[in-house]
C-alpha cells in the first residue's frame, strides 16, 4: 500500500481526535453516579473498561451492566460490549488485562454518528444502514483483534473516517470490501477518509484482522513483497508479489517457468514476473539449461547479436575492444559506442567455480543489462550522459558507474544483490553541456549488503525516487541549487545515512529512512528545504537535519527510536518545521533534543509531541534558554499558535496532585531544548545498534499510549505477554535477549562463525552470541565484543522476536 494510504510511521492524523476527546473533550451529558477523576489509562481494581462521556465524568464498568450510559444505549455482558442504537461521542478504555469485543449494530441508521474513540477493545464491529451516506462518521479504534466496519445499505459507505492503531503483537491485513489494501505491524496506524465522489464497492466495508500468510517458493531466484520492498518467502492472500528470477552460474537460457496451474502473471520477462498471491503454498521460478561451457565465458549481446568471449580465445585472439586480466572482461569504448543495448551475461568457470567481472569502458548509447557476473564497472569520461538508457545490474560483488565528466544514468538505475554500489557523476553547470543534471536521472533502486555511494561534483544525485535496501551506509553527496533527490527516498540501512548538498536542498517529497544509526540532512539554501515532503526516521543513533539558510523540513516530522535530535534552520517567514496548520510532529528518543530557527519564522507549524524512550527517568524543557518544566516523565504536546495547557507528572511523587500547569505554547519561541537524565545503567548498557522499522511502531505506540491509553510501558508489556512463550521473563540485556533467541530455536550450533566474544565467559550465552550474530538478528560492537549486559528497550525485543520467528 503507498504511503499516502498508509500511514507506517504515525505522520498524519495520528491521534489527534483521541487526544481531543480524551483530554479536552467538552462536556456531554453527565453519568448518573461519576466516578472519580481518572486518567486515561487509569483501571480501578476489579474493572473491566472505563467509558468517558467526557474526562471529568469515567464510569468504571466493573460486571454485566444493562445500560451503562443511563439512556440505553450501550451495555455489557459476558465479553461484548454491545449497542443496537447509534454511538454518539464516547471513549471506550478497556482494561488491557480484559479481553473485551465491541459490537454496534444497527439495524436502520448510523453506528457511530460523531466521534468514537477505543483502547485495547479486543474484535469490533461497526455495522450501520445509511443509504448514500457513511455508517460510521469517525471512529479512533484501538483494538488487540479485528476491526470491521461495514454499511448494510445497498448504496452506503463503510465511513467517513477510521484511523486505526493495531495494538496486537501480530501484523493485521486491511482490506476494503475484500480488496487486500495493505499489512499493519504491529503498533501501526491506517488512516482512512472517504472521498468525494460516487459510494463504491470498494469502500462499503472495512476490515482489519490477522490472516494467515501462504508459503512461496521461489526456483533460481527470490520474491519481493510490494508493500516492503523486501525479500520474502510467505505473502498474504492477494498481495501483488515481484518474482526476481536469478540466472545460475552455470546456465544462460532460460527452459521454462514454474508456475503453479491458473496463476495469472503480470509479466512473464526475466528478470522479474508480477502476480497477485493465492490463498495456498506455491512453488514459481523458472528452469534453466545447464550450459556446457568449458571455461569461464562472457555473453554480450547487440543489436540483436550475440558474442561469446572467453580467457583462451582473448589470449590466442587479439581483439582490440575486448581483452581479459584477472578474472574481468574489459570492453572498450569503440565497441559500446557503436552499439545500442547490450546485454551482458557471465558464466562461471566450471572447474574453478569463479564467476567473471566485467568492466564497460566507455558510453553506452542505448541501455545496458548485466547478470552472472561479479563485479561490474562502467566508466567513462563525457560530457553527457553515459549510459543513454536503462540500468539493470545483478552482481555478486561491488557495482561501479563513473563518469568524470558528465551524467551516469539517463533514465532508471536498477541494481540487485551487489555488496557496494558506488554511482559518480561530475554535471558540468555550464548551459552549454549535454549531461543530465543528476547523477542517474530516473529512478535509482539498490539493494547491497554494503555501502551505497552516489555522488555528483556538479549536481543533483537522482532525478526521481531513491530506494536503497539491505544497506550498510548510504551516501548522497552532490552540489545542486536544486534537491538532490528530486522525489521521494527510502533507505533501509544497518549503518548511517548522509545526505549532503551545500548549495541546494536535500530531498523534495519526502525521506524515509528504517534501521539506521546516525541520520544526516544537510542542506543551504533559502528557497529549498533540508527535506520538502515529510520526514519518517527510525533509527537509533544521533538525527541531524540542517539547512542553513532556510527552513529544515516543510511538512510532518517523525522521528523514532533516536539518540540525539537536532533541527537547525534559519527562516523569517516559515517555521523551521512545517507548512500546515494541522501538521502533527512526533519526536520519540532518548537525549537531547534541540530545534533552533535563527531566524524570525518560529519553530514549528501547529503541534509536536515529544516522548522519552523507556530509558529517560525525567527530562527538562527550555525554551529561548529559560527553563519551563523540570522533571517531567510523561509524554508532552507542545503547540505554536495554541492555547493549550498541558500537565506533565512530576516524578518526585507519582501520586501527588497535578504538577503546576505550564501553557505551552511555543510561538515566538527560537529554541527549544529538552534534556533528558537517563535511568542508572551499568557502563557501557547501550541499546542493540541496528534498530528496525519497528521502533516507530512500537514509538508511536508509546506516544498515544501517553497521551491517551495507557503509555508505552503498558503497551509493549501486553504485546510481549502475548508475543513470548508462556512464562518467559522479558529480557532486559542483550546477552538476555540473546540467551532467549537461542533456546527458543532450539539451541542451534552457529555455522562458520569463528568469532569469539572476550567479554562473554558463560559458555551457553557464548553459543546464543555467536548464533544470533551469525543470523543477524543482533550485531556484535565495533570493537569485536558483544556487550552482553547492554540495555534492550522492549520495543527491540519485540522487533528482534519477529524477525527471528516470522509467520
Avoid at 544462460?252 to 517457468?257: A, G, R, S
Avoid at 534501521?515 to 527535506?531: G, I, K, N, P, W
Wanted: charged content about 20%; aromatic content about 6%; some cysteine.
Amino acid at each position: 500500500m503507498k504511503q499516502r494510504n498508509l500511514i507506517r510511521r504515525l505522520t498524519a492524523a495520528l491521534v489527534s481526535g483521541a487526544m481531543a476527546l480524551s483530554l479536552c473533550a467538552p462536556a456531554l451529558a453527565a453519568a448518573d453516579e461519576p466516578a472519580a477523576t481518572l486518567q486515561p489509562g487509569t483501571y480501578p481494581e476489579g474493572s473491566i473498561a472505563v467509558v468517558y462521556k467526557d474526562k471529568e465524568n469515567p464510569i468504571v464498568v466493573k460486571e454485566n451492566t444493562d445500560d451503562i450510559l443511563g439512556d440505553g444505549t450501550l451495555a455489557y455482558k459476558d465479553g461484548v460490549l454491545s449497542s443496537t442504537k447509534t454511538i454518539e461521542g464516547l471513549y471506550i478504555d478497556v482494561n488491557p488485562e480484559k479481553t473485551v469485543d465491541l459490537d454496534i449494530t444497527v439495524a436502520d441508521g448510523p453506528a457511530v454518528k460523531t466521534v468514537l474513540n477505543t483502547a485495547n477493545v479486543h474484535n469490533m464491529t461497526l455495522s450501520g444502514y445509511v443509504p448514500d451516506g457513511p455508517a460510521v462518521n469517525i471512529v479512533y479504534p484501538g483494538c488487540t483483534g479485528s476491526l470491521t466496519v461495514e454499511n448494510t445499505a445497498a448504496q452506503g459507505d463503510a465511513a467517513q473516517e477510521v484511523v486505526f492503531i493495531n495494538q496486537s503483537s501480530s501484523e493485521m491485513v486491511l482490506r476494503l470490501s475484500d480488496y487486500l489494501e495493505g499489512v499493519l505491524a504491529p503498533g501501526e496506524m491506517y488512516r482512512y477518509s472517504k472521498t468525494d465522489g460516487h459510494i463504491t464497492t470498494l469502500t462499503r466495508s472495512i476490515t482489519i484482522k490477522a490472516e494467515p500468510t501462504y508459503t512461496l517458493t521461489v526456483k533460481n531466484g527470490c520474491a519481493i513483497s510490494d508493500r516492503t520492498g523486501q525479500v520474502s518467502t510467505r505473502f498474504y492472500r492477494g498481495e501483488l508479489v515481484e518474482v526476481h528470477v536469478e540466472r545460475p552460474a552455470d546456465a544462460l537460457e532460460l527452459d521454462h517457468w514454474v508456475l503453479p496451474e491458473g496463476l495469472k502473471l503480470e509479466g512473464n520477462d526475466p528478470p522479474e514476473c508480477l502476480f497477485h498471491m493465492p490463498d495456498e503454498d506455491i512453488t514459481v521460478g523458472a528452469n534453466w539449461k545447464k550450459a556446457e561451457n568449458t571455461e569461464m565465458e562472457l555473453h554480450v549481446t547487440y543489436n540483436d547479436y550475440t558474442e561469446v568471449f572467453t580467457p583462451q580465445h582473448l589470449k590466442n585472439n587479439s581483439n582490440a575492444d575486448v581483452t581479459f586480466a584477472n578474472d574481468t572482461f574489459t570492453i572498450r569504448f569503440d565497441f559500446t559506442m557503436d552499439h545500442k543495448d547490450v546485454k551482458i551475461q557471465g558464466l562461471a568457470d566450471p572447474k574453478t567455480g569463479t564467476v567473471p567481472s566485467v568492466v564497460l569502458n566507455g558510453i553506452v548509447m542505448g541501455s545496458v543489462y548485466a547478470d552472472g557476473v561479479k563485479n561490474v564497472t562502467l566508466q567513462g569520461d563525457y560530457d553527457g550522459n553515459l549510459v543513454h538508457d536503462d540500468v539493470v545490474v545483478s552482481a555478486s560483488g561491488d557495482v561501479t558507474i563513473t563518469n568524470e565528466s558528465g551524467s551516469c544514468v539517463r533514465y532508471d538505475l536498477t541494481v540487485y544483490n551487489a555488496q557496494n554500489v558506488t554511482v559518480t557523476a561530475n554535471t558540468p553547470e555550464s548551459e552549454d553541456s549535454d549531461s543530465d543534471d543528476y547523477a542517474v536521472n530516473g529512478d535509482a533502486k539498490i539493494t547491497c549488503t554494503g555501502d551505497a555511494v552516489l555522488t555528483n561534483t556538479g549536481g543533483g544525485v537522482v532525478g526521481d525516487s531513491l530506494l536503497v535496501h539491505d544497506a550498510q551506509d548510504v551516501t548522497l553527496d552532490g552540489r545542486y541549487d536544486s534537491y538532490l533527490v528530486y522525489n521521494d527516498a527510502d533507505i533501509a540501512c544497518r549503518g548511517n545515512v548522509e545526505i549532503t548538498n551545500p548549495i541546494g536542498g536535500g530531498v523534495w517529497e519526502g525521506l524515509t529512512v528504517y534501521a539506521a544509526q546516525d541520520v544526516t540532512v544537510r542542506a543551504d539554501s533559502e528557497e529549498r528545504c533540508a527535506v520538502e515532503g515529510a520526514a519518517n526516521i527510525t533509527c537509533t543513533g544521533d538525527v541531524t537535519l540542517t539547512n542553513t539558510s532556510g527552513q529544515a523540513l516543510n511538512y510532518l516530522l517523525t522521528i523514532a527510536g533516536a539518540r540525539n535530535v537536532t533541527i537547525t534552520g534559519k527562516t523569517d517567514g516559515d517555521k523551521l518545521i512545517g507548512d500546515n496548520n494541522d501538521d502533527e510532529h512526533i519526536i520519540q528518543c532518548s537525549g537531547t533534543v534541540t530545534l533552533r530557527n535563527e531566524g524570525t519564522g518560529g519553530l514549528f507549524t501547529n503541534q509536536l509531541t515529544y516522548t522519552p524512550d523507556d530509558s529517560v527517568e525525567v527530562y527538562d524543557i527550555a525554551v529561548d534558554s529559560d527553563v519551563k518544566r523540570e522533571g517531567a516523565t510523561d509524554a508532552v504536546v507542545l503547540t505554536c499558535g495554541k492555547n493549550v495547557t498541558v500537565i506533565t507528572s512530576d516524578v518526585t511523587d507519582p501520586d501527588a496532585p497535578d504538577a503546576p500547569e505550564w501553557n505551552n505554547d511555543l510561538t515566538g519561541a527560537s529554541e527549544l531544548v529538552i534534556t533528558p537524565t537517563l535511568k542508572p545503567v551499568d557502563p557501557g548498557e547501550a541499546a542493540d545498534g541496528d534498530g528496525s522499522a519497528v521502533v516507530a511502531v512500537v514509538a508511536g505506540t508509546a506516544l498515544a499510549g501517553a497521551a491517551v491509553w495507557g503509555g508505552y510501558e503498558v503497551t509493549t508489556r501486553v504485546m510481549l505477554k502475548n508475543l513470548l512463550p508462556e512464562g518467559t521473563a522479558i529480557p532486559a540485556t542483550r546477552g538476555e535477549l540473546a540467551q532467549l533467541l537461542w533456546n527458543a530455536a532450539g539451541r542451534p550450533e552457529a555455522g562458520a562463525v569463528v568469532t569469539v566474544y572476550p567479554d562473554i565467559t558463560d559458555a551457553d550465552q557464548q553459543a546464543a552470541a555467536r548464533w544470533c550474530t551469525e543470523q543477524g538478528l543482533l550485531t556484535a560492537r565495533s570493537d569485536g565484543t558483544f556487550a552482553p549486559d547492554g540495555r534492550v528497550p522492549k520495543w527491540r525485543v519485540i522487533e528482534v522476536w519477529n524477525h527471528a520467528f516470522a509467520k
